[in-house]
């Protein structure tokens, strides 16, 4: 048995953040059911990353598939339908999956739900234990809730950019972005434990939770001790984080050292 046996999983979302929540969730043992986009005029359907290569896996006679390594590196463990949650009949659909569901994850615009009868509160009066997740660059309040959040914006926006690479006084020096999407990635970390956790209390009053998840937030928090040590001497001493190349900001040694050749 996995962890997240007979928990059924709705999933609206696309490219990563929300897409690496849920394949954590399926890893889990939990059965998601991936809604994407149908095919339609100027649009291949589906989820965006299927095209996104290359590389695309090869099928059993050698050639590239449509199938993308960046969308499987995201979506394993996961049962995928189209619907056009755009008519009548798709919203109706997507409300008669939710009625069943244990969780409901989507990363569309503020607002695109409501537009469409499928946020929080009309999926809510159809199952009140539903735990509803909504990822966004921004989250769904605030003087930036109708931005589409980007990772490489979110990595600058959130300080990573300002304490990754070479320090400025070196050759090369500048802010540099990480080599994956890490501010996706963490917020769709940060998702799988909220998601666990409202699941919890879901169980034991019978009621659901909105999940308000933001790429800022998520990028702020993981600032770890670079974050903490601004807020303890920081404002204090006007000592703002900044770039070490591969020294440490709090300990040595720890850095590049020159050995002997073997």
């Known amino acids: 048995m996995n962890a997240l046996d007979g928990i059924r999983i709705l999933d609206l979302s696309r490219v990563l953040a929300g897409p690496w ?18 095919r339609s005029d100027g649009h291949p359907g589906g989820d965006d990353t299927r095209g996104w290569g290359p590389p695309f896996l090869k099928g059993r006679d050698g050639a590239d598939t449509a199938e993308a390594a960046y969308y499987l590196g995201a979506n394993r463990n996961k049962r995928s339908i189209t619907c056009d949650i755009a008519t009548p009949e798709g919203q109706a659909l997507i409300r008669e999956l939710a009625a069943k569901a244990d969780v409901f994850v989507e990363n569309y615009k503020v607002g695109d739900m409501a537009r469409y009868g499928l946020d929080f509160a009309s999926l809510h009066a159809l199952n009140p234990r539903l735990v509803y997740c909504s990822i966004t660059g921004f989250g769904q309040t605030g003087p930036y809730k109708d931005r589409a959040g980007y990772d490489y914006a979110i990595q600058g926006m959130g300080g990573l950019m300002s304490v990754t690479g070479e320090r400025d006084d070196l050759p090369g020096g500048g802010p540099q972005k990480v080599g994956v999407a890490v501010a996706d990635l963490f917020t769709g970390l940060y998702a799988t434990v909220a998601i666990q956790a409202a699941l919890r209390h879901a169980e034991r009053t019978g009621e659901g939770q909105h999940i308000d998840m933001a790429l800022l937030d998520t990028q702020v928090a993981m600032l770890a001790n670079l974050g903490a040590n601004y807020l303890v001497r920081g404002r204090e001493e006007g000592k703002v984080p900044g770039r070490a190349g591969n020294a440490h900001i709090n300990i040595v040694p720890y850095q590049v050292f020159e050995v002997a050749p073997d």
């Open 21 to 38: 929540c849920t394949q954590t969730l399926a890893d889990l043992g939990a059965d998601v059911v991936k809604v994407e986009r149908p």
